[in-house]
């Protein structure tokens, strides 16, 4: 008797103390939910690349901002008149500035000064100089809306003029990229709100904060107004993103219960076994929940995908449990105990094997230098584990207790395994028989299929659009749904996109530093920073102003503005440019010096001191185009920090959250691709192993892992043809087409090597392994890809995409397993397999 009947004999024999002990440990681990706080946090990515040291370093010692958080509002003509920098729309700024506020939700986080400032503020100040007597010392937007009222049109076009031909990069920002100085057509003017962060160190918004930003949407977007208005801040995304992630999932998840459902009584046609697994599901996410419990695991957006995870793979062992049971009690003179112990022996190895195989895949990850992508192999492979012990486990013992008791009474309990008759039996004879017929030209066909796949695999986009992450507004077929379950109107996609392709970005991600360290008082410094700000003019991704410049700021730049205003300055600026080229080349450290004495704020921004009264670093401020790649940006502007870096004395480096998130983003999947290539190797000895000891063939664990190296290359394919980048996060979910996939191959070829010996020939033994354990995949592929699939008609972009590749990286392992591997299968029967085996 081996270790599998000995086993299986146990679970028969001492099934009541079997239900007892599981319980016992589903209570202990369990208990670990209380420990959690329930929350949900974003995943954060540590990186300790220079990059992130640099941007650590700005952070420290320059005056960026950091302790303000920004609502940006736009106010844009849609008629397409493009007056969005009229007089009318002008007023219209500084009323919601006054609206603003006054608002009681929002005055409470507004910073000191002016917390509001606009296109409408500067030409209101012009205004205020034009008009008769002195203006006031510190005007108010009520002065500036009464000297405004007071231009004409045609003046108010030639202060805006002025204002672009001034060249002033504070002043253009304000401007739609698309504004033409020459008949002042402009279609949207933006408008910046300031608030106090409260604690600069926090990565969470405060929620007086949040609500601020809210409010400011709401007091935009209504009213009656001829202009377009609306709000974006980081407050607003979070909150709308939430509240449309719930009204998709109010939505469509109890549409998706209810197919699951509905496949599920298809599949099983009995009350108790429906039960019996959708009990068994609950168990095995309560322990998923006590082990993020007890090991303190933070439960991030990279998490989501292990509940689904579990769920598919808990409806697939479910399936083949109770299928295989219904299959040996079919059989002539068997009763229920025959049945449980023959049934749980045809079975518990292929779920075993799975259980090994995918946790080996999903415990590699441990070796991840990150945590997100180390928890979510250690809580996958603990997952993975609980669903053995559940169905491997407490499902039989609890069946077969209860089998015993209803048929004690009388109460016929044969069912039939799903797959062996009607539509679905010839489905799943298409597989034995083409295996049949021609299994060469079937293998052929896909090793061609896969080869194409390979080459999707390869050029598929690797990068991350952060707008992917933000919810888009409802599909038209949603405005029939019934009002309770409709979702709202989101607009936060094409908001983002409008303000990054119109203003360069819509929040400080756009903002990319180069940082430049070492003796940066000396003339040949300067010079590389001229050089480089000339180079960044020149790329493609930096972002241009509506005059043509291009959005970099230096502390030349700075020293030029303060000029402007302070005749000393000015004067350092002239002696220090020799050359009069607008470059200083002499006494640098002296400009900085007389420069800070005028406007030390504004110095503090773009130049580091040392602790001994001279100056450190430099900073030059680029803004990027928010449509923009996170390949390009780091290809790009790398090529501007190396420009500045060509002189000795200093070191220069591009940084920015941007280049940081690419760079981490690069690490990220090049540590998950690694841990599935070693994931592949790992699965396949261990197959191999698993069956030379078995069956006492080695070939058949490759012969087993070819349909999962299939599945994995259409998907990868597939992504490539419908534009799915493959990021960290797709990887992660491609990460079910091993678990998934090696679930699926595994249970084919162990029935198979179990009916071979009894079969006439290898057909036969295909005919009954697809009709017997396909059917069991079929219903679980068909379930969990209807309930993941579903996913896809969210108005969350990163949730459609995991409903996709999910769903299709199912259908693809069953299609591979079901339909591909009796081919092999066959091949192997004929060429490789032990005549012991076969016969």
């Known amino acids: 008797m081996d270790l599998v009947d000995r086993y299986v004999q146990f679970i028969q024999q001492h099934s009541k103390a079997t239900v007892l002990i599981v319980l016992l440990l589903i209570g202990v681990v369990g208990y670990g939910v209380t420990m959690t706080d329930g929350g949900f946090v974003i995943a954060g990515f540590d990186s300790d690349s220079p990059e992130a040291d640099a941007a650590a370093y700005i952070d420290d010692n320059f005056d960026t901002g950091d302790e303000t958080v920004t609502t940006l509002v736009v106010i844009r003509d849609q008629s397409g008149s493009d007056r969005a920098v009229t007089k009318d729309a002008l007023l219209e700024s500084l009323e919601l500035q006054q609206a603003i506020r006054e608002n009681e939700t929002i005055a409470p986080t507004l910073s000191e000064g002016s917390p509001s400032f606009g296109l409408a503020n500067i ?113 607003i995304v979070d909150e709308l993103a939430g509240q449309a992630t719930g009204e998709s999932f109010a939505l469509i998840g109890p549409i998706a219960l209810v197919l699951v459902l509905v496949l599920l009584t298809i599949a099983y046609r009995d009350i108790i076994d429906i039960t019996l697994g959708l009990g068994g599901i609950v168990l095995v996410l309560a322990w998923m929940g006590g082990f993020v419990g007890w090991l303190n695991i933070e439960f991030t957006q990279i998490l989501i995908a292990v509940p689904f995870l579990l769920i598919g793979l808990s409806i697939d062992y479910a399936l083949h449990v109770v299928m295989r049971y219904r299959e040996e009690r079919e059989k002539p003179g068997a009763d229920v105990t025959r049945a449980t112990v023959l049934g749980l022996t045809g079975v518990v190895v292929a779920i075993g094997a799975t259980t090994i195989t995918t946790t080996i895949g999903f415990f590699s990850n441990l070796t991840s230098d990150v945590g997100s992508i180390s928890d979510f192999g250690l809580l996958s492979g603990l997952g993975i584990i609980a669903a053995f012990v559940i169905f491997g486990a407490l499902l039989p013992a609890v069946k077969y207790e209860i089998e015993l008791f209803l048929e004690a009474r009388g109460i016929d309990r044969q069912k039939s395994a799903f797959g062996t008759g009607g539509l679905a039996a010839k489905l799943l004879g298409v597989g034995a028989v083409g295996a049949k017929r021609a299994p060469v030209v079937i293998v052929a066909i896909v090793l061609l299929v896969s080869l194409a796949g390979v080459y999707g695999a390869v050029n598929v986009e690797t990068s991350i659009d952060q707008n992917d992450f933000i919810p888009e507004d409802r599909p038209a077929w949603m405005d029939s749904v019934p009002e309770p379950f409709r979702p709202g109107e989101y607009k936060i996609k094409e908001h983002a996109i409008y303000l990054d392709t119109v203003f360069g970005g819509a929040n400080e991600e756009s903002a990319i530093d180069i940082l ?12 590389g920073v001229a050089a480089a700000t000339e180079t960044a003019s020149e790329q493609d991704v930096t972002f241009i102003f509506a005059n043509g410049n291009a959005a970099v700021e230096t502390p030349i730049d700075v020293i030029a503005s303060i000029a402007e205003e302070n005749e000393t300055v000015e004067t350092q600026f002239e002696a220090s440019d020799t050359t009069d080229d607008g470059v200083p080349d002499t006494d640098i450290g002296q400009l900085f010096d007389t420069a800070f004495a005028a406007d030390e704020e504004a110095m503090a921004a773009v130049v580091a001191r040392d602790g001994a009264g001279g100056y450190e670093a430099l900073r030059l401020d680029i803004t990027v185009r928010g449509d923009a790649s996170g390949a390009a940006v780091l290809t790009q502007m790398r090529s501007v920090a ?67 190296l299939f599945a994995l290359s259409w998907i990868l394919g597939t992504m490539y043809l419908i534009g799915i980048p493959y990021n960290s996060e797709t990887a992660i979910i491609t990460g079910i087409a091993i678990g998934i996939g090696v679930d699926f191959a595994i249970h084919i070829t162990e029935r198979f090597v179990q009916e071979r010996p009894t079969a006439v020939d290898a057909i036969g033994a295909l005919d009954a392994t697809v009709k017997g354990t396909g059917g069991a995949l079929l219903a679980s592929a068909v379930t969990t890809v209807a309930g993941f699939g579903i996913l896809a008609l969210t108005l969350v972009p990163s949730l459609q995409r995991f409903g996709i590749v999910t769903g299709l990286t199912i259908a693809f392992a069953w299609v591979a397993s079901v339909l591909v591997l009796p081919s092999l299968l066959l091949l192997w029967d004929r060429y490789l397999a032990d005549q012991a085996i076969a016969h």
């Open 642 to 708: 190396a420009v500045a870096d060509e002189p000795s004395q200093v070191a220069a480096i591009a940084t920015g959250p941007l280049i940081i998130v690419e760079l981490v983003q690069e690490s990220v999947l090049e540590t998950l691709v690694t841990t599935f290539a070693l994931t592949l190797v790992l699965v396949g000895v261990f197959l191999s192993l698993l069956f030379g000891r078995r069956h006492g063939s080695y070939s058949l664990g490759a012969v087993t892992m070819l349909p999962v």
């Open 516 to 527: 430049i360290r070492g003796d940066v008082t000396d003339e040949a410094t300067i010079s």
């Open 123 to 235: 030409v209101g100040f012009v205004s205020l100089a034009d008009a008769d007597g002195p203006p006031p010392s510190d005007p108010t937007l009520e002065d500036q809306i009464q000297a405004i009222e007071n231009q004409s049109e045609s003046r108010i076009a030639e202060i805006v003029s002025d204002l672009t031909e001034d060249g002033d990069q504070d002043i253009l920002g304000f401007f739609p990229s698309t504004f033409d100085p020459d008949t002042g057509a402009a279609e949207a003017q933006l408008l910046i709100v300031t608030h106090d962060r409260g604690e600069p160190s926090a990565d969470e918004l405060p929620s007086e904060l949040v609500a601020a930003q809210v409010a400011i949407n709401e007091l935009a977007s209504s009213g009656d107004s001829e202009f377009d208005r609306f709000a974006f801040g980081p407050g």
